[in-house]
T-cell receptor, first 114, second 110 residues
Framework: KAGVTQTPRYLIKTRGQQVTLSCSPI?????VSWYQQTPGQGLQFLFE???????NKGNFPGRFSGRQFSNSRSEMNVSTLELGDSALYLC?????????????FGQGTRLTVV | QKEVEQNSGPLSVPEGAIASLNCTYS??????FFWYRQYSGKSPELIMF????GDKEDGRFTAQLNKASQYVSLLIRDSQPSDSATYLC??????????FGQGTELSVKP
């Protein structure tokens, strides 16, 4: 059974540009969550999508947005990139949303903003 | 006060010893608790989850949950050098968001 697939693995962008990251969850999983990981702040929750609807949102500015498609694949977009957006962006896949469900992470996308 | 707190470490234990990792959380309504292992440069890997008070064992790993004290722990028996990693405690809040602690770095010395 394939795991969570994130593309691309590495990305270098310039300040002010925008970027789109992609996540394909484990087959049959309908919930996708996105996290930002930095050395200083650790893993921080961005948002969760379930059945194409945003179910939860973290405390990030509106420059960070996402969406989920009917096949459960999800994309995350960051507009007007800032240097501080440099981080590892992780996607986690769950069978469904709710408290008693485990989340499995993809390998992440390492974004560097220069 | 941070929502999920862990000692950052590093925690150093000799090979074969028991490693004890601790985590406290602030949301009394939290119901689900998870431990992830993250090797340097890799993504987090789920190793244990626990929903009920008490202990849950899986091989060399035991998760312990005390909801009254808002405390979760992970014990690793017969620690191996390959267990050296950062261990992340995660708590699912009442809204369903998974909140992570900063992680505890574990070093197992041969």
């Amino acid at each position: 059974k394939a795991g969570v697939t994130q593309t691309p693995r590495y990305l270098i962008k310039t300040r002010g540009q925008q970027v789109t990251l992609s996540c394909s969850p484990i087959s049959g999983h309908r919930s996708v969550s996105w996290y930002q990981q930095t050395p200083g702040q650790g893993l921080q929750f961005l948002f969760e999508y379930f059945s194409e609807t945003q179910r939860n949102k973290g405390n990030f500015p509106g420059r960070f947005s996402g969406r989920q498609f009917s096949n459960s694949r999800s994309e995350m977009n960051v507009s007007t990139l800032e240097l501080g957006d440099s981080a590892l962006y992780l996607c986690a896949s769950s069978l469904f949303t709710g408290r008693d469900t485990e989340a499995f992470f993809g390998q992440g996308t390492r974004l560097t903003v220069v | 006060q941070k929502e999920v707190e862990q000692n950052s470490g590093p925690l150093s234990v000799p090979e074969g010893a028991i490693a004890s990792l601790n985590c406290t959380y602030s949301d009394r309504g939290s119901q689900s608790f998870f431990w992830y292992r993250q090797y340097s440069g890799k993504s987090p890997e789920l190793i244990m989850f626990i929903y009920s008070n008490g202990d849950k064992e899986d091989g060399r790993f035991t998760a312990q949950l005390n909801k009254a004290s808002q405390y979760v722990s992970l014990l690793i028996r017969d620690s191996q050098p390959s267990d050296s990693a950062t261990y992340l405690c995660a708590v699912k809040d009442q809204g369903g968001k998974l909140i992570f602690g900063q992680g505890t770095e574990l070093s197992v010395k041969p």
